[in-house]
């Protein structure tokens, strides 16, 4: 497992330039669009500061106004910083900072990456703040793009291959094991995977069959039922 997490990793720094620059191509910036529009309202009125583990190049964290970023690798967060979004080194299952630090948290296309999610969330759900919100983007492994992103991934796809995709219920069943409620959810991406993609709806709630789903969990207070 681990050495698949750090594959992963090098992966992301080797190609680093290539992950981000797709993010520019005509069918990229359709994905960002709707991915981004999945995310933006699940942050607004969140309570600074915001941390995004897994930040990568940093387009999410300059669009969404986070303030901090983590990552393990080093050559992606070059690129976030260029974007203006601090960023320090590490991994999500021991984060640099103290108990109830942060208001928000995102994980946008990571949980996926890492070797061990539900490490990860229980570590995020300590820096935040009770009360504070964690916001995950995610491809359901139970929708066409889940089942084509693994089957790339079987293909040798240089990221992919390195990806576990989980399914929507796996998902909320690792957020409320780690104290967090579910609280509210934006769905997208219902089209075919292999086709040129094009602008469409996002919907309200997490909707079974979507490409791109966007949760926001509470993190309960200490005691809570
Ligand atoms: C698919 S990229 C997502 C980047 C960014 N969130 C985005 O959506 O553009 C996944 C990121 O997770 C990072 N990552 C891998 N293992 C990690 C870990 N254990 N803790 C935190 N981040 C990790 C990778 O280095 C990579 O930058």
């Avoid at 330039?17 to 981004?36: I, N």
């Avoid at 940093?58 to 901090?68: K, P, S, T, W």
């Avoid at 991994?91 to 946008?108: E, K, R």
């Avoid at 409620?181 to 979507?210: C, I």
Wanted: aromatic share 8%; glycine share 12%.
């Amino acid at each position: 497992m681990r050495a698949k997490a750090n594959r992963a990793v090098q992966a992301f720094d080797d190609l680093a330039d290539r992950y981000d620059a797709w993010s520019d191509t005509a069918s990229g910036r359709v994905l960002f669009d709707l991915e981004l529009g999945a995310l933006r309202p699940l942050f607004a009125g969140t309570a600074g500061p915001r941390l995004e583990v897994g930040v990568g190049s940093g387009r999410f964290a300059a669009a969404l106004g986070i303030d901090v970023g983590l990552d393990p690798a080093e050559a992606p967060p070059r690129l976030a910083r260029a974007r203006g979004v601090r960023v320090l080194r590490g991994v999500g299952s021991q984060l640099p900072f103290a108990d109830d630090t942060f208001g928000a948290v995102a994980l946008i296309v990571t949980l996926c990456f890492v070797e061990n999610p539900a490490g990860v969330l229980a570590d995020v759900g300590r820096v935040l703040r009770p009360g504070g919100r964690l916001v995950v983007g995610l491809v359901p492994l139970d929708s066409a793009w889940g089942r084509s992103y693994e089957e790339k991934g079987r293909a040798g796809h240089p990221f992919y291959s390195h990806a576990r995709f989980q399914t929507l219920a796996e998902h909320h069943l690792m957020l409320a094991v780690a104290g967090c409620r579910l609280v509210e959810a934006r769905s997208t991406l219902f089209q075919a995977p292999n086709d040129e993609p094009v602008a469409e709806p996002v919907r309200s709630g997490a909707v079974a069959g979507a490409g791109f789903v966007a949760l926001a969990a509470q993190r309960e207070s200490a005691g809570a039922d």
